[in-house]
């Protein structure tokens, strides 16, 4: 084996290296020093002559841009807080299953909460009519915020989404049901209702409507139904988008009445008013009622019940009485209601009073409507939003609606509502017709008949022996509207209890 001396192998790798650079003159390295000096400096000076230039424009946005981020930011409104939860030992589980229309169990939904509260019950979010006229399948979440539902009460009431699995009847477990006695005060549910919860932990209200009465009940459970009805229930945010919507549209084209026409199929076969109606459809609606057994009255005179003003005025009616009252043929008038009886041919002449009639299929494309339709209760959502924000409301019948939206009216601000005398009015309309009175007469004893029916501060009117013919609470929930000192300007020092 070769091997090769260190000196050998260093001579071999000197050989492959490039050969070592020459050293450069010393006057040409100074020449190179003194053109790159010339150069740098050339270049300072074209900054600085560009900086001069455009110093106010880098600077100016610079400060602005400084300014924007250091100018105070309006802070984002932050949802408010929840109010506290309320301990209490549970007596035990309320259901409760609604029924009626989209107003009459939104008053029973305010009871129902009252009710639970009084009783230190935990209530389950209460199930919707989906058996009545209306066959609407929706529930409680497709109309309500449920979330906001429980939230906001939370201070008051425990309440429950769903019915825990092991007290439903899938399960096996025998449930009590019953309908509360109708217009009942505090002791009717203390001694009455509450022992049946030491018996049964879950009992069930199968009916719910006026189960409370309108007065007579401490003012802390007033209070209660009042906070339930004008700030626990809140609409879906997809109706409550829509509403806004058809009452910007409405806004934008100057102020509004909102009519609620209530001359609609089930109406007029429940109340058995078929005045102005063919015989054909007379037929018909008394054919409807009787096909419904919780409607118990089956044989009905209308023109009797008319005169008692029992009945919803027809749309020729409502067009003469609007005339009256002073109403311009340009007033915009929203008609709050479903499908008219007879269509379009029954709103001929009102159209023709007044031009300006639009309805919510008007304003809004199908398509914006398409997932409420089939569905009343969420159609009379869109409706009841309208005629609360509208600058005039007038109902040709007073059922549930119109007396809830009549409330909330009240409590913002005792908003103009044109609560019609239909007993008197329809005394006018026949004299009118027969031409005992002018014109000019009936016009005028319209005006008067409605001069104090503007929906002012007033007491409701007590019949402690009839409580279904005094004034509902909901159409005027006299104990919210006012506080301490402030109720007596507001009313009058007149004794609400008193009766007539």
């Not at 015989?279 to 089956?298: C, F, G, I, Q």
Request: proline share 6%; net charge positive.
């Amino acid at each position: 084996m070769e091997v090769r001396s260190e000196s050998t192998t260093t001579q071999a790798r000197s050989d492959k290296l490039p050969p070592l650079a020459v050293p450069k003159p010393r006057v040409q390295v100074w020449f190179v020093r003194v053109c790159s000096s010339i150069l740098v400096w050339t270049c300072l000076v074209q900054l600085f002559a560009a900086g001069e230039l455009w110093h106010s424009r880098i600077f100016t946005g610079l400060t602005n841009q400084i300014s924007r981020f250091s100018a105070p930011v309006e802070p984002v409104p932050l949802p408010p807080p929840l109010p506290p939860t309320r301990n209490y030992t549970s007596n035990g589980i309320l259901l409760v299953s609604c029924n009626g229309g989209l107003n009459q169990m939104r008053s029973a939904i305010c009871d129902m909460v009252t009710v639970a509260r009084l009783l230190n019950l935990t209530l389950v979010v209460p199930e919707l009519d989906k058996t009545s006229f209306w066959a609407d399948p929706s529930g409680f979440e497709d109309i309500f915020d449920v979330r906001h539902f429980i939230d906001s009460l939370r201070d008051e009431v425990r309440i429950l989404r769903r019915l825990p699995k092991r007290y439903s009847k899938k399960y096996g477990y025998q449930m009590f049901e019953m309908p509360p006695v109708s217009w009942s005060d505090e002791k009717y549910y203390l001694k009455q209702i509450l022992p049946l919860f030491s018996k049964h932990k879950v009992v069930h209200f199968n009916r719910t409507d006026t189960r409370l009465a309108n007065n007579g009940l401490p003012l802390t459970l007033q209070w209660l139904r009042c906070r339930v009805n004008f700030q626990g229930l809140k609409f879906t945010p997809q109706l409550e988008a829509l509403g806004s919507k058809l009452v910007r549209i409405l806004q934008q084209r100057g102020p509004f009445v909102a009519l609620h026409l209530r001359y609609e199929m089930d109406m007029l076969a429940f109340s058995g008013c078929t005045h102005g109606c063919t015989e054909e459809e007379a037929e018909e609606l008394k054919k409807m009622r009787y096909t419904y057994p919780w409607w118990r009255e089956k044989e009905i005179v209308s023109e009797e019940r008319r005169a008692q003003g029992l009945c919803p005025l027809t749309p020729e009616e409502v067009a003469l009485v609007l005339k009256a009252l002073g109403f311009e043929k340009n007033t915009q008038i929203y008609i709050a209601a479903g499908e008219i009886y007879g269509s379009e041919h029954r709103l001929s002449v009102l159209r023709e009073e007044f031009p300006r009639i639009v309805k919510k299929e008007m304003l809004l494309e199908s398509a914006e409507l398409q997932q409420f339709q089939n569905h009343s209760s969420q159609m009379a959502a869109l409706d009841f939003m309208v005629s609360v924000a509208s600058n005039t409301f007038i109902p040709t019948y007073d059922g549930n609606m119109a007396k809830v939206v009549e409330g909330h009216r009240r409590y913002l601000g005792f908003k103009k509502t044109i609560l019609l005398d239909r007993k008197r009015l329809v005394e006018l309309l026949d004299l009118h017709h027969n031409k005992t009175l002018t014109w000019d007469q009936f016009a005028v004893a319209v005006k008067e008949a409605h001069e104090r029916r503007t929906g002012a501060p007033t007491h409701r009117r007590v019949i402690s022996d009839k409580p279904k013919e005094e004034d509902y609470f909901y159409a005027n929930p006299q104990e919210c509207l006012c506080e301490g000192t402030n109720c007596h300007d507001l009313f009058g020092h007149r004794n609400s209890s008193l009766t007539n």
